[in-house]
């Protein structure tokens, strides 16, 4: 019944609304602003699709407009980009033909001592050389002795001749052209020009003068109308002071013509390159850069520029570019310009293209407009045509359906005033003629049984509902047992969060690579100043220590998937506890710490267990005794625990004890736990909390515990026992001193080398590393480049990165190892990833060896010495005796230095003027150099105030 009621409201307050809508309808309010229901309906639907296809019109040829100058801005860099490119490529080769023959004649292989006009080798090499490069045109040598000799290749058609140019003595120093066959034999002679004298020529005087390679000007061929240009190169005698000669090599720039034409620039577009003094250097629209002429019955051949070309566009963007800049030398950056040519906007970029052997050409790239405006200009007519079209429509339409839409509405009206004045449910209405209002009066007729029907179904609802809460009831204890195998199938993400911890040190030791590779290279500098080589070490030692990061970060992965185990190795205790005792010496020294190693006499000494991780737990484990103490000092002590004596296997307890600030009994528990620091560790705010969770999971590993004991303010003792078999020293591989390689062992073969990596820097890394001492190296960065290389080349030895796109390293080296040749070469293994059962897979796909990034450069040229046989020569090591810094930089020995250079020590490290300093100590070093070393050691460590307490015990 309440339900009627409201209904009813409803209608009550909905039949004044209508009446206020219908001219017909009385109303007792005031009189206001009406409007008919007619134009209520038709005014507002004409104003709509006016604006709409008026906006959508504007809109789209402002967009478009936008669009286009978007699309041109995009079209012009890469265009330019792409020309750019192309151009120095081009460029280069000529270039990288004068270093091959440079470097032939600097080791011998080419003789040009010998008189050039008769040297039959010579000609030979430069005939093939010649052959082999498409884009050359010509290679020659000339030398202070007036010899010159020189191969060109003429190509007219599809016809190619070889031809040779020489003067010398055998010729009287006349320039005579022969023909030449493919055996670089003489044939016919051509044209003969006397009293030649190459060296002043301005391609060898450029060379002279600059004493480095260079390009020529400039100039136009003799013996066709095409212009070039000389990439030349001095060759110098013996003391490298005095020029014996040049080499050049010439190339027509019709190629870059060629290139320019095959450029699709919209439909009118063109790009041309000119030097900084406007002369045309190429261009696509296939214009000549000369102007043959006639002049005195003879034809003379000049070049033009641009502004003086016959092409129309070109003309006009030349003579716009020179009227915005005073000389064409101005411009240094690419500028974006525009102008109008016969009422039509042109979009204009200027681009200089450089290099740096004295290329200095401008790029420009001219685009009408109207190529991309056409189809715009044409859909805003059809546009402007389809919005007065759809106002004419609109406003018929709109007439026609205000009328048939008002007439049943009217009636509905009615229909709901008497049910709102008569309070009756049930009132008949007939509305016919429009879908929606017949559908409305028949489900206002519907109504008043569907209130009835809808207590019924409100009844069913509750019934429902119930049956509903059960089910929901079933579903809760269903998700209770799905929320259980969640929590399995977490506890498996947890293991897979450790796979992915491995995987990110993947990614992050590939950098890491290139960072401790090439501080490695720049220290094999001897130029680097001082001051430098501090910071290439500072580099160095960082690098260092985050690659210990992240071993200990995926130490812990490993560990928490399970994934450790021992590497068990044969190795010298007693040396290992050495070496560990000489790394912390000068680190206690610098603190003033007392570092003591105890070592029982009945301690076995070779052993066979995993040295790596022993070596870790006692590195970490004194790192941070010596950490924490700031006095007294820290002892490492090494006893064996009595086994019965026909047993090899042997247990060894190992004691770390320091007088440090010790640790609190309530952190004693958490001690162990990853990423958690005691609060002396979070004071010192360093290290990460895991070195102690990582050392214990070893020693246990390792068939021990480790026990800790602590007094706060005493200091703190650990202590372990590890398990280990006894060896003889016959098993112990001697290791041999770490010498720096310097150059290659004579006579020995001309190794080729291809490094294989996607990485860019990772190729550079090697490259330095490896072209200094002479090798022949190719670079690919995929699989497929790899074998397309080694079949043409056929290398000695492939370094090669396993993880690359297009094909990986896998595929690329069983393709190579499935060939018959693919099994002279040497495949070694480079890659990032730590996983240790991806070396088995490694090495199942062919690969020779297996080498970890980053690496060190004796590891690249030990697994050279050992796959391939390259002999090295080693930088001599000087043994001298070490003596410790306290024992050094005392106040006596400082006592005997000048007075002056000791306050200029003082008052630079109170300034922490570096330069100063290194100044002075290099003075010092003349005098006292062990002194000198002591003091460079506290100045690179930054122990200012341990310096000046001993200057002021000194006063």
């Not at 391609?203 to 390009?215: C, D, I, L, P, Q």
């Not at 016969?342 to 790029?363: A, C, M, S, Y």
């Not at 045509?385 to 709109?398: E, F, N, R, S």
Request: charged share 25%; with cysteine.
């Amino acid at each position: 019944m309440k339900s009627q009621l409201d209904f009813i409201n409803v209608l009550q307050h909905l039949t004044p609304m209508l009446q206020r809508i219908t001219p017909s309808s009385p109303s007792t309010a005031p009189r206001r602003f009406q409007l008919p229901l007619r134009s209520v309906l038709i005014i507002p639907f004409i104003l709509q699709i006016f604006a709409a296809v008026g906006l959508v019109g504007w809109f789209s040829f402002r967009n478009g407009r936008q669009a286009v100058n978007n699309v041109v801005e995009q079209l012009k860099q890469e265009l330019t980009d792409r020309v750019e490119a192309t151009v120095l490529s081009f460029l280069e080769v000529p270039h990288q033909v004068t270093r091959i023959n440079l470097d032939a004649i600097r080791q011998g292989y080419l003789d040009v001592d010998s008189s050039l006009d008769i040297n039959l080798p010579l000609r030979r090499y430069f005939l093939n050389q010649i052959q082999q490069f498409d884009t050359v045109s010509v290679i020659g040598y000339a030398n202070e002795k007036l010899e010159y000799l020189d191969l060109e290749k003429e190509i007219v058609g599809d016809d190619k001749k070889m031809i040779v140019t020489l003067s010398g003595q055998s010729t009287g120093f006349t320039q005579v052209v022969y023909e030449i066959d493919e055996q670089g034999e003489l044939g016919r002679v051509f044209s003969q020009s006397p009293n030649y004298d190459p060296t002043e020529r301005p391609w060898y005087r450029s060379a002279v003068e600059t004493g480095k390679a260079v390009w020529s000007p400039i100039f136009v061929f003799v013996s066709q109308p095409k212009i070039g240009i000389a990439a030349v190169t001095p060759v110098f005698e013996a003391d490298s002071k005095t020029v014996k000669g040049v080499t050049g090599v010439n190339i027509t720039l019709q190629h870059i013509s060629n290139f320019l034409e095959e450029l699709k620039i919209g439909k009118s577009g063109q790009v041309f390159i000119v030097e900084l003094d406007g002369s045309l250097v190429a261009t696509s629209t296939g214009e000549s850069p000369l102007l043959i002429k006639k002049e005195n019955q003879e034809s003379v051949t000049e070049r033009i520029t641009a502004t003086e070309s016959q092409n129309k566009l070109t003309r006009a963007s030349a003579n716009y570019i020179v009227g915005q800049f005073d000389a064409l030398d101005q411009i240094k950056t690419p500028k974006k310009l525009d102008f109008k040519l016969d009422g039509e906007h042109q979009f204009l970029q200027v681009t200089p293209l450089k290099d740096e052997r004295g290329i200095e050409w401008l790029i420009v790239l001219t685009i009408p407009e109207k190529d991309f405006m056409e189809q715009i200009d044409a859909n805003r007519r059809q546009t402007i045509a389809l919005c007065l079209l759809a106002l004419g429509g609109a406003t018929t339409l709109g007439l026609f359906s205000s009328g048939w839409i008002a007439k049943p509405i009217l009636r509905l009206q009615e229909s709901a005033g008497a049910i709102a004045n008569e309070c009756q449910l049930i009132h008949k209405v007939d509305i016919r003629g429009i879908t929606e209002l017949e559908n409305l009066g028949t489900s206002f007729n519907r109504m008043s049984d569907r209130l009835q029907a809808s207590f019924s179904a409100l009844e069913q609802a509750n019934t429902q509902l119930e049956q509903r809460v059960q089910e929901r009831t079933a579903e809760l204890e269903e998700r209770t047992s799905e929320l259980e195998i969640a929590k399995e199938k977490a506890e498996v993400a947890n293991q897979a969060k450790s796979s992915f911890i491995a995987n990110m040190s993947h990614e992050l030791r590939s950098p890491l690579n290139a960072i401790l590779g090439f501080t490695q290279i720049m220290t094999r500098s001897q130029t680097l100043p001082v001051e430098h080589q501090e910071n290439v070490g500072i580099i160095y030692r960082s690098g260092e220590h985050l690659l210990t990061l992240i071993n200990n970060v995926l130490d812990l992965s490993k560990i928490e998937s399970g994934q450790t185990t021992l590497n068990e190795k044969n190795f010298d205790l007693y040396q290992l506890l050495d070496d560990i005792h000489d790394m912390f010496q000068l680190k206690a020294d610098g603190k003033g710490l007392q570092l003591l190693l105890e070592r029982d006499e009945t301690i076995p000494r070779y052993l066979r267990t995993d040295e790596m991780k022993l070596r870790q737990v006692l590195i970490n484990l004194l790192n941070n005794a010596i950490k924490f103490t700031e006095s007294g000092g820290v002892t490492l002590r090494a006893t064996p625990i009595e086994t019965p004596d026909s047993s090899v296997q042997k247990r060894i307890s190992f004691v770390v004890e320091d007088t440090g600030a010790g640790i609190a009994p309530e952190e004693l528990d958490q001690l162990f736990e990853a990423f958690v620091q005691t609060e002396t560790g979070k004071q010192a705010q360093e290290g990460t909390g895991l070195g102690l969770p990582i050392s214990r999971k070893f020693v246990q590993l390792m068939g021990g515990d480790i026990q800790v004991t602590s007094q706060v303010g005493k200091g703190t003792t650990f202590s372990w026992e590890i398990q280990a078999q006894e060896v003889e020293a016959e098993a112990i591989e001697s290791q041999k001193p770490k010498q720096r390689v310097i150059a290659l062992a004579p006579n020995q073969p001309r190794y080729r080398i291809l490094i294989v990596d996607d990485k860019i820097l990772n190729r550079q890394l090697l490259v330095k590393l490896l072209n200094p001492l002479g090798f022949e190296l190719k670079e690919a960065s995929n699989g497929k480049e790899a074998i397309e290389i080694f079949e043409v080349w056929e290398p000695h030895l492939i370094w090669m990165d396993m993880r690359m796109p297009m094909m990986d390293g896998y595929e690329a080296t069983q393709k190579i190892k499935a060939t018959t040749k693919g099994q002279a070469p040497a495949i070694i293994a480079l890659t990032a990833s730590v996983l240790e059962e991806e070396k088995a897979v490694v090495l199942s796909a062919g690969c020779n060896a297996f080498m970890r990034k980053p690496f060190r450069e004796e590891d690249i040229f030990e697994a050279m010495h050992e796959h391939i046989g390259v002999e090295f020569i080693y930088e001599e090591v000087q043994k001298k005796e070490i003596k410790l810094t306290t024992e050094i930089l005392t106040p006596e020995n400082l006592g005997t230095l000048p007075e002056e250079w000791l306050l200029g020590l003082k008052d630079a490290i109170l300034s922490s003027d570096r330069k100063t300093m290194n100044g002075i100590v290099e003075k010092i070093a003349v005098e006292h150099e062990e002194l000198a070393e002591a003091l460079q050691k506290c100045l690179y460590n930054f122990e200012y105030e341990k310096i000046l307490n001993i200057l002021s015990e000194k006063d």
